[in-house]
């Protein structure tokens, strides 16, 4: 069975996975590691919801 994820759904995974890598890799401590991955994954799906609403009225 192949799954066809809507495109918030591949988003949302992305971001996790990135803001996983993101947090490893540029802070040292645990506790600023989950800060820093969980303030990526906020700016990565505000920032989609954002730019996806600006394309949304360009387009009407």
């Known amino acids: ?7 918030f759904t591949a988003l949302s995974l992305y971001a996790f996975f990135a803001s996983v890598v993101f947090g490893i890799t540029m802070r040292i401590t645990p506790k600023k590691m ?3 991955g969980i303030y990526c ?3 990565f799906e ?4 954002l730019l996806s609403w600006l394309m ?4 009407k």
Not at 1 to 7: A, E, G, N
Not at 46 to 49: F, N
Not at 56 to 59: K, M, W
């Open 46 to 49: 505000g920032s989609a919801i």
């Open 56 to 59: 949304y009225l360009i387009a």
């Open 41 to 43: 994954f906020v700016l």
């Open 1 to 7: 069975m192949i799954l066809h994820p809507s495109h």
């Open 34 to 36: 989950l800060y820093y």
